[in-house]
């Protein structure tokens, strides 16, 4: 069992052709989607994490929590969108595009996942 996600510019449905789906939430770096936020990335990871319980795949449940994690990572060490700078305490924040930022959680994601 294997799955895989891409990153591009809209959100695919799952192709339920395999046992176990191929999602793709996709990212293309010509096109920034301006709604992509911490609250769309939570609401995939919920999303993945059901349905990984659904259908008995622990790997999807595992990948879910970490993408979680990886994006709290990523804002707690100070990278976040312009949205996010405007609720922060933080002193040293880095701010970041959508594109920017959904990379730097990308490259912790693959950290996570090595």
């Known amino acids: 069992k294997s799955f895989k996600f891409k ?3 809209n959100c695919d449905r ?3 052709s395999s046992a176990l789906s191929v999602y793709n939430i996709s990212f293309n770096t ?3 989607c301006p709604k992509l936020s911490v609250a769309t990335i939570f609401a995939w990871s919920g999303a993945l994490r059901k349905r990984g319980e659904l259908d008995k795949l ?3 449940c595992d990948y879910a929590d970490k993408l979680e994690q990886a994006t709290l990572s990523t804002i707690e060490e100070g ?3 312009k949205d996010l700078v405007a609720l922060t305490t933080m002193k040293d924040v880095t701010v970041c595009n959508t594109r920017d930022f959904i990379l730097k959680i ?3 994601l693959a950290g996570m996942c090595a």
């Open 7 to 9: 990153l591009s510019s």
């Open 14 to 16: 799952p192709n339920s």
């Open 30 to 32: 010509c096109k920034i």
């Open 58 to 60: 622990p790997e999807l």
């Open 79 to 81: 990278f976040m969108t």
């Open 106 to 108: 990308k490259e912790r």
